[in-house]
């Protein structure tokens, strides 16, 4: 049920997700190394929770059970765990990225916004997505789906009190000892028979967190969707028959420019975290790196005159 995958550090702080059969496999493939070299980085400990926290009659998916985490690792694990950031499994990071813990404060939940604080015109975005996935993926696709719903429009649908903001429940950082009976609470107030928007947790996610009232944003580079990175800057990957390592390249220049990128859905979008396990290679990542390094070295610029390349 409990796979520590890297142990607790002095920082007490830890990454942890929910992955069960095929999830499991498929996060130990393509996301897990590029968490173990952050987590390196910034000792961190890493636990997957790879069963049911919840095996009743009225247990909810496993989605739901993210928020059991809390109290189970603290009674299970160790009491001394910290803060936990929980990820979805299909998230990859940046092992370059900063500290997440550093950003959190913890008497809040630290959270990203899907629809403020955004690098792009968030309207444009959906329409490319939407335009793309009608023309390449299925006719049957709708040009008009509640992809393009405020966060007015998410509450009203659940018939939730309305908030200004939304975010994504892929990714939120809480303080185990503070918050664990919250999202025990929260877990058991709902039934696995109540209507969502996506089938999901998230709707009800974003109605509790903002009823508490003790929200820290975060920055958008902690929880880049991929979907949105894919339809800003390489919507030619819509096209069919697409080769692997040029997805795999703009993937690549993705995490150069954030954090943590989540391969967030069910459409095909999503299933390129399937390109290949990040870091690709050795060379690459030696690159990678070495960009980085010269990215935070302090430079002073002088004139060379004019500088043009050989013929």
Request: glycine share 4%.
């Amino acid at each position: 049920m409990i796979k520590i995958l890297k142990k607790i550090g002095k920082s007490k702080n830890i990454l942890c997700t929910i992955a069960t059969g095929k999830y499991y496999k498929l996060f130990t493939k393509y996301s897990y190394k590029s968490w173990k070299l952050y987590a390196k980085n910034h000792d961190l400990g890493i636990i997957v929770i790879s069963d049911e926290l919840d095996k009743s009659d009225s247990a909810k998916k496993a989605t739901w059970q993210k928020y059991l985490i809390g109290e189970f690792l603290y009674k299970n694990v160790s009491k001394k765990i910290s803060n936990i950031a929980f990820l979805d499994s299909d998230i990859i990071i940046n092992p370059e990225s900063p500290n997440i813990f550093k950003y959190h404060n913890e008497s809040k939940i630290s959270v990203v916004s899907l629809h403020h604080n955004l690098p792009f015109s968030l309207n444009k975005i959906l329409k490319t997505v939407s335009f793309y996935r009608n023309k390449y993926y299925s006719k049957k696709y709708p040009l008009n789906s509640s992809i393009f719903f405020t966060p007015k429009e998410k509450y009203k649908f659940h018939k939730y009190k309305v908030f200004k903001d939304y975010y994504c429940a892929g990714v939120f950082v809480f303080n185990c000892r503070k918050f664990k009976n919250f999202f025990k609470r929260f877990y058991f107030k709902y039934t696995k028979d109540d209507v969502s928007l996506t089938g999901g947790d998230q709707s009800a996610f974003n109605y509790e967190i903002n009823k508490l009232g003790k929200i820290k944003i975060l920055d958008y580079k902690f929880q880049a969707i991929w979907l949105y990175e894919m339809a800003w800057k390489y919507p030619f990957l819509y096209r069919p028959n697409v080769n692997k390592n040029i997805i795999k390249e703009c993937i690549n220049a993705s995490l150069r420019d954030n954090y943590f990128l989540h391969f967030a859905g069910a459409w095909h979008e999503s299933k390129m975290i399937k390109a290949g396990t990040f870091p690709y290679d050795k060379k690459n990542y030696k690159e990678f790196l070495k960009l980085y390094k010269y990215i935070n070295l302090k430079i002073k610029p002088k004139s060379y005159g004019p500088i043009k390349p050989k013929k």
